[in-house]
């Protein structure tokens, strides 16, 4: 028996002993494995740093974007500003330089409307329209080309101050369209200008009538606009070129 307990005691020695090994193995680890985490921390540590400092960065660089774009912008809407201005003050310049370069007559049958660079004069002679083109031409002049805005005011001058009488302008067709002679641009079939169903009249030989008679004017006088034989002999009205 005491042989037998004293083979027991030697076995719970080197237990002991084998236990206190690992023990002493595990504590070593552990010390180990607490370093690598400390690292790890201090490492995730530095990154959270180094991502706030960027992120500070980046906001600064956003403000600072957004400064530059707003800047930008406020220099857009004045150079906007700024053109829009310029083409205003060229326009009223051509039209100062219009009437200094060349000074409608306003005499001899020459006219103005208010608010127009256009000069106008109407012979009091009935030609056909190759004689009324002739004619303007003879005199320096062009048959009229009005500006659309100016149509009707023209027409309407026309009818109170010479108590009605057609006009020849400046339009003849060429088969297809009713073009202007002065550089064979056609005129649009949808010009609200045409006496109603005139638009269509293109077959070669019509010419442009200006309605300036009492007897259209009072049923239409939106509607100065009509195409017939060229043949037909009417008033030139004919147009002092100011540029």
Known sequence: IVDKLSGMNDTLYHMKSSTSDVLTKQDSNNIV???KLSGMNDTLNHMKSSTSDVLTKQ???NKELIDKLYVMSSTLNYMNSTTKDFQELHTTLVKDIKHQVVDC??????FMLPDSTECFKSIREKLTWAAADAKCKSEGLALARPE???AVALRKYLVDTYDGGWHWLGGKTDGQYMKWTDNQDSMSASNPLWWPGHASYVSTGNCLWFLSDNSHWKPRP??????RDCSQ???PLCELIME
């Open 33 to 35: 494995i607490v370093d």
């Open 233 to 235: 002999t009417l008033h």
């Open 59 to 61: 906001d600064s660089y």
């Open 148 to 150: 659309p805005q100016n």
């Open 105 to 110: 007559p306003l005499s001899d049958g020459f």
């Open 222 to 227: 939106d509607h100065p606009y009509a195409s």
